[in-house]
């Protein structure tokens, strides 16, 4: 069996029990290591890293995209962009499984045209109304969890950096990184600026910010829903499934990685 530990002396174990509610696993290991668990020693910085969409919140980029098309300006746009976003949906989940690269060029497109400031205007009702509601009732704890073993907070996350900021503030998470659209005199072109985020992407953002923060990786961890994201499980000592897809779950139990279930 994989036990999962912090470093040195002072160890906390986490126990691989599959497909198990999030809130079940948390209190079992509060009360099994309450009396010797204790921070990351001074030496050691580590972290949690999590993917967004599907692990902490039910959501996904179309939920976005669609709030944006129901508000825009005058009704035969809105009816119009809302119309488009739905007929395209079985487009963009078919390329999705085909390439992340080639889903992300289609899907971004249709911010193309879109004002800049009216994306920041409407983020916070987006959180509100959309967001705030999807998020997963084990995230709460299992965040909170992780941050009172010292480990440092940090989203992965391929949606847009104006859509979820709101949501980091709430979560209290000042660390992420997120997908940029390109804006040419406040309009959107349609397109992101690199790096783009999604799968070997992400772990290749996940070393880098390691080496320039000094983490570890080897005692860090790593959550995700999607088999897509196994580079960024890959490169941390403790990787997670959360919510995940069939193959990603395949491979958790393969690997006897935990598997998290957070709604």
């Known amino acids: 069996m994989l036990h999962y530990s912090l470093p040195k002396n002072r160890r906390i174990r986490y126990i691989s029990l599959h497909c ?133 907070q940090v989203v992965v996350t391929g949606a847009l950096d104006i859509s979820v900021k709101p949501l980091m503030k709430h979560f209290g998470i000042t660390d992420y990184v997120a997908n940029h659209l390109e804006f040419v005199n406040g309009i959107a072109t349609g397109r992101l600026l690199p790096p783009v985020l999604a799968a070997a992407t992400k772990a290749s953002w996940i070393r880098t910010f390691a080496e320039r923060e000094g983490i570890s990786l080897s005692d860090s961890y790593a959550y995700t829903d999607s088999m897509s994201d196994l580079p960024m499980l890959s490169v941390v000592g403790h990787p997670a499934a959360v919510n995940p897809d069939l193959r990603l779950k395949q491979t958790a139990l393969h690997h006897d990685w935990p598997v998290l279930n957070l709604k």
Request: aromatic letters at 12%; a positive charge.
């Open 20 to 152: 198990i509610h999030v809130r079940k696993l948390l209190r079992r290991e509060l009360r099994k290591n309450l009396a010797r668990s204790e921070a990351l020693e001074d030496d050691v910085a580590a972290a949690a890293f999590y993917d967004l969409e599907g692990t902490l919140v039910s959501t996904n980029l179309v939920h976005t995209l669609g709030f944006y098309s129901k508000n825009q300006q005058g009704l035969l746009r809105t009816v119009t962009k809302s119309a488009s976003t739905l007929l395209s949906i079985p487009l963009f989940a078919a390329t999705d499984q085909y390439s992340r690269k080639v889903f992300n060029d289609l899907f971004f497109k249709r911010y193309k045209g879109e004002s800049e400031d009216r994306l920041r205007f409407f983020a916070e009702q987006l959180f509100e109304d959309v967001l705030k509601p999807a998020i997963f009732p084990g995230s709460y704890e299992l965040i909170e969890k992780s941050r009172s073993l010292g480990l440092r």
